[in-house]
């Protein structure tokens, strides 16, 4: 089904080479009318497309951004980046709401929880904004595609990678952050996958750290102090598996006792990975995610060059559905973590900073 996705993607990506775009929002009952006769693949000079993240100052985001803005300067479109500061489903609703009010053509939005975006995505619907998800979905809501690497294969892949490395005996546990759904799909992949392919490692712990790595310290000491045996421990992102690094190397004193593991990279996992501190990370493509999104919300906006053969345009309804887009990993170790520093990724794309990356694309 992925593959089958992905493919339709690469299809489409090749038949609109041969048709154009309009401006903002066609509606797909207007399709039959409103077919353009040019040949290029641009978009007009006022559509402005907005990222829309919690905790705007997690590494993961600036990588998306920057594929999310090449694939707007390649469309000739505008693409900005706003977030929150906090953790905050319902701060993260007011941002997107600001947006809203902006009168934007579309909004890339990485929902903490899906039920908190079920109704402001309406909302944006109601008013001819695209919406696309990524990396974490709102399955009930109306958006029209989900752009994220394989939540499951993750967990999956983290899990296999302790269970050889602890020769399928031992003692793991494991941090959640309630409601968001990619970290769930991650923990309960991992669990799964342990408890059906691994019956000698038990996960005696599942704590709750709201991407806090203080809470994940905490959480770790103190289930290495009930469970002296406790071997690996996984984080389903970066910023908690911190706390998990630097509770492991306390309880070895001074080296890493526990293998620690997580979804995503940032900084200072990178450095603790190439300090031998870390056992290693699971990374998603965040650039070709933000590339791939960017691609999903235009074609969402331009109904007008798609020809589908169904019934959905006379139904009035968007043409562009994509439940599900995989945007692919890589495993990082100690051998292959310069290529995931952020200040090695800016040099690499030409940029100064990360200022400078997540600066406004605005078309000229």
Not at 293 to 299: C, V
């Amino acid at each position: 089904m992925k593959k089958r996705i992905c493919l339709m993607l690469t299809c489409v990506l090749l038949v609109v080479s041969l048709v154009g775009c309009g401006s903002k929002g066609n509606s797909a009952s207007d399709n039959s009318d409103k077919k353009s006769e040019t040949t290029t693949l641009k978009g007009s000079s006022d559509e402005k497309y907005y990222m829309c993240v919690p905790i705007s100052g997690v590494e993961y985001w600036f990588p998306v951004f920057q594929g999310m803005k090449d694939a707007a300067k390649a469309l000739g479109v505008n693409c900005y980046y706003m977030g929150t500061p906090e953790y905050d489903a319902s701060k993260q609703v007011e941002v997107f709401d600001q947006i809203l009010a902006m009168n934007p053509t579309g909004i890339l939005v990485h929902p903490i929880t899906a039920e908190s975006f079920v109704d402001p995505i309406q909302r944006a619907v109601d008013a001819d904004v695209k919406v696309v998800t990524f990396a974490a979905d709102s399955p009930d809501s109306a958006r029209t595609a989900y752009v994220t690497s394989d939540n499951t294969k993750e967990g999956n892949t983290a899990a296999e990678n302790i269970a050889q490395a602890l020769g399928g005996k031992g003692e793991v546990m494991i941090m959640r952050n309630p409601g968001q759904t990619n970290h769930e799909t991650r923990c309960d992949s991992f669990v799964t996958y342990m408890k059906e392919n691994y019956p000698d490692i038990n996960v005696v712990a599942e704590e709750i750290s709201g991407q806090d790595a203080d809470k994940t310290y905490q959480a770790v000491m103190t289930v290495a102090q009930a469970h002296p045996d406790l071997a690996a421990v996984f984080t389903p992102e970066a910023t908690s598996a911190v706390g998990a690094a630097q509770a492991g190397i306390e309880l070895g004193g001074g080296k890493q006792k526990l293998l620690v593991s997580c979804c995503d990279t940032s900084e200072q996992v990178l450095d603790l990975l190439k300090d031998d501190k870390f056992f290693a990370a699971i990374a998603p493509d965040q650039y070709l995610q933000g590339y791939i999104a960017m691609l999903n919300l235009f074609f969402s906006a331009h109904n007008e060059m798609l020809n589908p053969m169904n019934s959905r345009a006379n139904d009035g309804e968007n043409l562009w559905q994509v439940p599900y887009c995989d945007n692919g990993l890589s495993i990082v170790t100690k051998e292959n973590a310069d290529s995931f520093y952020i200040k090695n990724y800016c040099k690499q794309v030409g940029v100064k900073d990360v200022d400078e990356m997540l600066s406004p694309y605005e078309v000229e």
